[in-house]
């Protein structure tokens, strides 16, 4: 186990922001030599699991045997999780993308085919990407459109900013009419009430979703007359130990979006299991970043590709957090991002030993 990271350009939402990532590198090794990596980066504030409680949690694990079968792969990876506490999922989500990593090289085959088999789904050739934009910048976000961005993902919700934020959005909406989709998150900061006002002015803005409107989701979707608005869950889920626990949420004609952060949701495992529940509900998938490093942000590419050619753009353009991390070819800064025949997570053995060079 080694752990890495450092400053960084700062990065944040409504509620706060953060000028430094650390998270930790978790590698499993077989009789033969052969190594699988993943990642526990718990996000400080955001994350309902603390670094050094992971950090104590995967020593423990490291110290039972793992009985890994490539028979049935991920279901041999999450078993060998389950001994970890189910409050820390970013310890979780390392343990079984590293197990997964290791009998997807043993195996030859990239993650994203065994995600795919047990999805049941096609794996894309190719997943476009939501890059991250600023509207305090909004110069930024227009040259990220001009590279061919057509997804921009953009944080609204700041205290006493709504006013600014709307101005800003009809700007761009004016600039680029219906060539850009304006993926929105608030982070759930509103009250039920706020949101469904704040909705109404968005209406105008035909944004393509907006992610976490409030954290009570059960007052917003009682609302009456609710404004004709693609509403996305996300932090919201992590509240939820099962799927079915908020099917009448998922079934809400104005739900149309899950976004899977499998680092907090609980890991790979889980984050499957809310891909099938939306699904199910005929909403569109949003397999989504919560800053972490390569490792990490290798395995939920090969997530973002398992949901098959259908799949909605995801929320992994590069981002800052990887700036923490020696630098390791993940393809284009803004996607798309492409299927790979590289097995496992697709990193490189000289791009694993480099990582784990730099962690201590």
């Not at 953060?18 to 090794?29: A, D, F, H, P």
């Not at 894309?124 to 509207?135: E, F, H, I, Q, S």
Request: aromatic residues 4%; negative net charge; hydrophobic residues 45%.
């Amino acid at each position: 186990m080694r752990e890495g990271g450092g400053p960084i350009r700062a990065i944040g939402n409504a509620r706060r922001a953060w000028s430094e990532r650390r998270g930790l590198l978790v590698v499993v090794e077989d009789a033969d030599g052969l190594r699988g990596v993943g990642e526990a980066s718990p996000l400080p504030g955001y994350s309902p699991d603390s670094l050094d409680a992971v950090r104590a949690a995967l020593a423990a694990w490291s110290r039972r045997p793992l009985g890994l079968e490539a028979s049935d792969a991920l279901r041999s990876a999450v078993l060998a999780s389950e001994s970890i506490p189910p409050g820390l999922p970013s310890a979780r989500f390392a343990a079984e993308t590293a197990c997964l990593d290791l009998l997807a090289r043993r195996s030859g085959r990239p993650m994203h085919a065994l995600l795919a088999a047990r999805l049941g789904t096609r794996v894309a050739d190719a997943v476009p990407v939501a890059a991250l934009g600023t509207l305090d910048d909004l110069e930024a976000a227009e040259a990220l459109i001009a590279r061919g961005v057509t997804t921009l993902k953009l944080k609204i919700g700041r205290s006493g900013r709504f006013s600014d934020e709307l101005e800003a959005l009809r700007r761009l909406r004016s600039e680029f009419g219906g060539g850009i989709d304006l993926r929105l998150d608030a982070n759930g900061v509103w009250t039920a009430g706020e949101a469904r006002s704040r909705l109404a002015d968005l209406a105008s803005i035909r944004p393509a979703l907006v992610e976490e409107p409030t954290n009570d989701w059960a007052g917003l979707l009682a609302s009456p007359d609710l404004p004709d608005v693609p509403l996305a869950l996300d932090e919201s889920l992590q509240r939820c130990a099962d799927p079915a626990d908020v099917r009448p949420w998922l079934d809400h004609p104005c739900v149309s979006a899950v976004v899977v952060k499998p680092t907090t949701l609980g890991g790979l495992g889980a984050g499957l299991r809310w891909i099938e529940a939306a699904r199910a509900a005929g909403l569109e998938i949003v397999v989504s970043h919560c800053f972490e490093g390569p490792v990490a942000f290798a395995a939920l590419r090969a997530l973002a590709l398992a949901c098959g050619p259908t799949a909605s753009a995801a929320g992994l353009g590069r981002h800052a957090g990887l700036d923490a991390w020696p630098a390791v070819d993940l393809g284009g800064a803004i996607g798309p991002i492409h299927a790979a025949d590289l097995p496992g997570t697709g990193l490189t053995d000289d791009a694993v030993e480099r990582l784990l060079a730099a962690g201590r």
